[in-house]
């Protein structure tokens, strides 16, 4: 059993950013990937980012590629994601998840296991 639990959410202006944080209670945190997913208003929960068990191996949406960063500190038992450059197209809740039977993240929601509660995300024009 992984519980997790995000942070970091609130209300930010079109341009700003946000650091999203993702707490896991487990004692194998380092041993699976783990990935962030959103959902908008009225959409599908769709896939934002994953990353491998090490941080060496990262992926991406293309709506947040090259605005958004994964990583993870195993230490820590903690996930985080950058976002920069926010629109109001981000505006969304944003779940953690961990995907305890892989070592390297996919896309794919039905390959992760646990779910945090979500954080809102809020980008005012």
């Known amino acids: 059993q992984v519980q997790l639990v995000e942070s970091g959410g609130g209300l930010v202006q079109a341009g700003g950013s946000l650091r999203l944080s993702c707490a896991a209670s487990?004692?194998?945190?380092?041993?699976?990937?783990m990935g962030w997913f959103r959902q908008a208003p009225g959409k599908e929960r769709e896939f934002v980012a994953g990353i491998s068990v090490t941080g060496g191996s990262t992926i991406y949406a293309d709506a947040v590629k090259g605005r958004c960063t994964i990583s993870r500190d195993n230490a820590k038992n903690t996930v985080y994601l950058q976002m920069n450059s926010l629109t109001p197209e981000d505006t969304a809740v944003y779940y953690c998840?961990?995907?305890?039977?892989?070592?390297?993240?996919?896309?794919?929601?039905?390959?992760?296991?646990?779910w945090g509660q979500g954080t809102q995300v809020t980008v005012s024009s």
């Open positions: 487990s004692r194998t945190f380092g041993s699976f990937a």
């Open positions: 998840a961990a995907d305890v039977h892989q070592s390297r993240p996919t896309v794919l929601q039905v390959s992760y296991d646990y």
